[in-house]
C-alpha cells in the first residue's frame, strides 16, 4: 500500500531516471524517508514531451468525439470513487492531512474528472453572420501540457489540471510535488484502466529546479499550468518567456475575512476558523487575516482563541483530528518561525504558538490565534501556510478595505455582514479573484478560480480551464461577391 518506490511514468511504463538519481520522500508523523522517488532531469522530461507529442501528433486521443474522451474521464471518477478510502489513506500519510478531509479531496477529484466530462460533451462554438460573410470558431487542443503542482493536496490539486487537459484533448506531462508523490503514483493504473492510450498522459517526478525548470524550458511543450508559490511563478514566467508559452498561474495568499459588526457572529466564527484552520491551514485561498469591527473585536478574539485551544491536534490518520501534521519539516521549520516573528513584532499570542505537549515528534502546531497584528507586520504580510490566523480590528468600512488590499495578495476575501448594500459594496472593493459572502469556500466547478496582483494570472474552472487548454481559431467565409479593392488595375 505504501510504495517504496516512485518511478515516473512515461509512455506507458513505469520507469527510474535515466542516470539513476532518486531522492528520499518523508512523512510528516516521524520526518523518516519511506520511499525513495526517481529524481527527473531534462533527459526524462524530454522522453516524456516526445511520448506526449507522438501520443498527441499520431494518436487518436486529440481527435476523438467529445463523447468518447468523457466517457474515459468518466471512468477514471468511477475508479477514484471506488478507491477513494485508499487515496485518501495514502495522502494522509505522505501529507499529513487529517484523514477525514483528505477523503473529501479524493471525492472532489473524482468531481473535477466527472465535471470536465459534462463540459467537453457541452462545449459548442461561437458563429458569426453578417451579409456576405460567415464565421466560426474552430476549437483544437493546444498540444502538450506542462502541469506543475503543489504539495497541498497534491491529488486533488493534479485532478484540477489533468481532467480539463485530457477532456480537451491535451496530451499530458504531471510533474506532481517532490514532498508528496505517493497519490499521483495511483494515477497510471487508473487510467489505464480507464481506456487513456498510452503516452497521453506521462509523470516525471523531481526537484522543482530540475524537472520542473526542464518542463517548462522545453520547447515541445507550448502551455504551462502552474499551482504554487508566487516567487517560483515569476522564476517559471522568465523561463517560459523564451519559448512564448501559454501560461497559468494559480499562486500565493494572504485572504481577508472581514467580520462586520451586524454580522451572524457564531456563524463567522465557524467559518473563519474552517477557513484558516482546515487542510492544517495549508490552504492557497484561507482567510488567514481576520479583520474585525472594533464594536466586536475583543469578544472575537477571545471566541477564536477559545475555539482554536478546543481544536483537536492528532495523527493525520485518526478520524477525530481536525489539525494534522505540517508536510515537511523545512514547511513546519518556517511556520514556527513565523510563529517567533509574530511575537517580536509584537502582536500578541491568544492561543497556540507552539507544539501541542502531548505531540512529541512530528510537524504538529497548536492553532494559533495572533491578536493586535498591525499591517506593517511580516506575520499581517506574508503568507505562513499553515494553522496561523491574524486577527486586526478595524473602525469603519472603507478602514476594513484598505486593511483587505494591504497586501500584495489578492485571492480570495470572505466577507460577514447583514447589511446587503454593503456586501455588494465591499465585495466589489476587495481586490480579490473570489469573494464569497456569508459563507466559506464553497466552490461551484463552473466559475472562475484564480487570484489577482501577486496571487495569479489566468483563471482555470469551467469553460475558462477550456479555453486555456485549447487554440480558438477563427474561419471566416464569404457567402457572396466581396468587395476588394483592386490594386495595380488602372
Ligand atoms: P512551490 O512553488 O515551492 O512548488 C510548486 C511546484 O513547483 C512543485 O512541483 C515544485 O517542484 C515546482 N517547482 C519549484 N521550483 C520550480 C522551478 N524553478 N521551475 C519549475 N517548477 C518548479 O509551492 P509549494 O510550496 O509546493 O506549494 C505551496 C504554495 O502553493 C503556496 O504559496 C500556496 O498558496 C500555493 N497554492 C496556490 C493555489 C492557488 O490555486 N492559487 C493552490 C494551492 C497552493
Known amino acids: 500500500m505504501i510504495p517504496e518506490q516512485i518511478l515516473h511514468y512515461i509512455s506507458g511504463r513505469h520507469v527510474p531516471s535515466l542516470d539513476g538519481r532518486t531522492f528520499g520522500v518523508t512523512d510528516p508523523v516521524t520526518n523518516q ?32 468525439a467529445a463523447r468518447q474522451r468523457a466517457k474515459i474521464l468518466n ?20 501529507t499529513g492531512l487529517p484523514v477525514t478531509q483528505a477523503k473529501g479531496q479524493a471525492a472532489r477529484a473524482a468531481e473535477n474528472y466527472r465535471y470536465f466530462a459534462d463540459v467537453i460533451v457541452a462545449q459548442h462554438e461561437e458563429a458569426f453572420s453578417q451579409p456576405g460573410q460567415v464565421g466560426y470558431v474552430l476549437r483544437k487542443p493546444a498540444g502538450v501540457a506542462g502541469l506543475i503542482t503543489p504539495w497541498n493536496t497534491p491529488f486533488m490539486l493534479e485532478s484540477w489540471k489533468v481532467a480539463p487537459a485530457l477532456a480537451s484533448g491535451c496530451t499530458v506531462v504531471l510533474k506532481p510535488a517532490e514532498w508528496t508523490p505517493a497519490s499521483a503514483s495511483l494515477l497510471p493504473e487508473i487510467m489505464t484502466e480507464a481506456g487513456v492510450p498510452e503516452g497521453v498522459f506521462n509523470i516525471v517526478h523531481g526537484i522543482g529546479e530540475e524537472a520542473g525548470a526542464a518542463l517548462v524550458a522545453h520547447p515541445g511543450v507550448p502551455l ?22 501559454g501560461l497559468s498561474m494559480e499562486l500565493g495568499g494572504k485572504s481577508p475575512c472581514l467580520i462586520f459588526a451586524d454580522a451572524d457572529l457564531d456563524a463567522a466564527i465557524d467559518s473563519a476558523l474552517f477557513g484558516v484552520m482546515s487542510l492544517n491551514g495549508e490552504r492557497c485561498t484561507a482567510g488567514s487575516r481576520i479583520l474585525a469591527e472594533r464594536s466586536v473585536y475583543p469578544a472575537l ?15 493525520p490518520s485518526d478520524p477525530r483530528t481536525e489539525v494534522g501534521a505540517l508536510v515537511h519539516p523545512e514547511h513546519y521549520a518556517r511556520v514556527m518561525d513565523y510563529v517567533d516573528i509574530g511575537v517580536k513584532e509584537g502582536a500578541r499570542l491568544a492561543a497556540g504558538g507552539a507544539r501541542p505537549a502531548s505531540l512529541a515528534d512530528g510537524n504538529y502546531l497548536a492553532p494559533t490565534v495572533f491578536a493586535d497584528v498591525t499591517p506593517k507586520m511580516r506575520i499581517f504580510q506574508e503568507e505562513i501556510f499553515g494553522p496561523v490566523v491574524c486577527v486586526t480590528p478595524f473602525d469603519s468600512e472603507e478602514e476594513a478595505v484598505c ?10 476575501a470572505y466577507l460577514w455582514t447583514s447589511d446587503l448594500r454593503r456586501a455588494h459594496r465591499v465585495a466589489a472593493a476587495v481586490e480579490s479573484g473570489m469573494t464569497w459572502v456569508n459563507s466559506h469556500n464553497v466552490r461551484d466547478l463552473r466559475t472562475p478560480f484564480g487570484g489577482v496582483k501577486a496571487s495569479g494570472l489566468g483563471r482555470e474552472g469551467g469553460q475558462h480551464s477550456i479555453d486555456f487548454y485549447t487554440e480558438s481559431r477563427i474561419v471566416h467565409v464569404a457567402t457572396g461577391d466581396t468587395h476588394v479593392p483592386k490594386f495595380g488595375a488602372s
Not at 516526445?50 to 481527435?63: C, D, K, T
Not at 478574539?301 to 495523527?315: D, F, K, Q, S
Not at 486593511?403 to 480570495?412: E, F, I
Open 403 to 412: 486593511l483587505a488590499n494591504d497586501t500584495r495578495y489578492g485571492l480570495a
Open 301 to 315: 478574539v477571545e471566541r477564536l482563541a477559545a475555539r482554536a485551544a478546543r481544536i483537536v491536534v492528532g495523527p
Open 75 to 94: 471512468r477514471i471518477a468511477d475508479a477514484i470513487e471506488s478507491r477513494g478510502a485508499e487515496i485518501a489513506e495514502l495522502e494522509t500519510f505522505d
Open 33 to 64: 524517508v519511506y520511499a525513495r522517488a526517481a529524481a527527473g532531469g531534462p533527459a526524462d522530461v524530454d522522453a516524456a514531451v516526445m511520448a506526449a507529442r507522438i501520443a498527441f501528433e499520431a494518436g487518436p486521443w486529440p481527435h476523438l
Open 224 to 245: 504551462i499550468s502552474f499551482t504554487g508559490e508566487t516567487t517560483t511563478g515569476q522564476v517559471i514566467m522568465r523561463s517560459a518567456a523564451d519559448h512564448l508559452k
